[in-house]
Nanobody, 124 residues
Framework: QVQLVESGGGLVQAGGSLRLSCAASGRTISSYTMGWFRQAPGKEREFVARITWSGIRTYYADSVKGRFTISRDNAKSTVYLQMNSLKPEDTAVYYC?????????????????WGQGTQVTVSS
């Protein structure tokens, strides 16, 4: 079992920046890919970014590529999402997620452990 707690969300104007954090406890996450997803009202949960266990490889949804950066500090069991040049369409609840095993998937169904989410609201 792993417990995930997100923080860092808030209200920001378009063009602004936020940094989300995801603190993990329980099972170590240092050997696993970690992902960020988001869900806007009335929409399905969608992939945002993921990072391999080593932190060497990262993958992004086309909608955030060049603006968001995922990173991790395994010593602190924490994953980050730096969000720059935010747009109103980035408004959503952002979730950190961990799989129970190896995955390269961007589907939320491939991830077994989820945080409670943190709200990000971008005003125009």
């Amino acid at each position: 079992q792993v417990q995930l707690v997100e923080s860092g969300g808030g209200l920001v104007q378009a063009g602004g920046s936020l940094r989300l954090s995801c603190a993990a406890s329980g099972r170590t996450i240092s050997s696993y890919t970690m992902g960020w997803f988001r869900q806007a009202p009335g929409k399905e949960r969608e992939f945002v970014a993921r990072i391999t266990w080593s932190g060497i490889r990262t993958y992004y949804a086309d909608s955030v590529k060049g603006r968001f950066t995922i990173s991790r500090d395994n010593a602190k069991s924490t994953v980050y999402l730096q969000m720059n040049s935010l747009k109103p369409e980035d408004t959503a609840v952002y979730y950190c997620a961990a799989p129970s095993g190896f995955t390269t998937s961007t589907s939320p169904y491939a991830y077994d452990y989820w945080g409670q989410g943190t709200q990000v609201t971008v005003s125009s």
